[in-house]
């Protein structure tokens, strides 16, 4: 099999999401999308299958890995060995092993700011365009304004999903939504102690810029 076809370990192939998206790149190399031969998909599940594994790293939610690792085998007969570290634990991990020369993980998915902030700037990203070959996505008329949309300038980070996080919610059993007219209501003294928020420190949903004000 073609180098340009393999699910290698040798290259890291990272994908990571935008701010309200998902990305996932699987970054072994190859042929520009625009030139991928009919027979590519085929031969890259090929390949896949005689590697044995795809190693995944995703969101830690049982719905999720139940959806990609039994959909994904079903669908092509090759197992998933699904990581759900999260994010900044990923990047921590990923770091290692490359210091070490190990390239184990296939595919990263992920919200915006491990990848974009983390991955890319440490340049462990390919390319996504060579990789896609399957043709349900080379097909640009299946995506919204007819062209795949990227965080970077590089295309090393596919944005496949889109959609608005609330960064404010509230239990309308125990407040009326009136109450809260600006974000100077939640400095009301009567609030204090009826607050819950999710780190900011920590990288993923809840820790986006607009979480910090």
Sequence with gaps: MADHFRLGRRRFLAGATAASTVTIPLAFGGRRMAD????AFASLIA???REGTVVVDGPPIDATREALTRGFEKAYGIPVAYVSSGSSQSAARVRAERAAGKYLLDVFISGSDTPTMTFLPNGWLDRVEPILVAPDVIDRRKW???HL???DDQHTILRVL???TPELAVNTKLVK??????WKS???????GKIIAKDPSISGAGASLTSYF
Excluded at 36 to 39: I, T, V
Excluded at 177 to 182: A, D, F, G, L, V
Excluded at 186 to 192: A, I, M, T
Aim: glycine share 4%; aromatic share 10%.
């Design 36 to 39: 991928a031969q009919p027979n």
């Design 47 to 49: 390949a896949a299958k």
């Design 144 to 146: 919204k304004d007819g």
């Design 149 to 151: 949309l990227y965080e």
């Design 162 to 164: 889109q959609f608005v």
């Design 177 to 182: 939504p009136s109450e809260i007219k600006t």
């Design 186 to 192: 939640l400095l009301d003294p009567k609030w204090q």
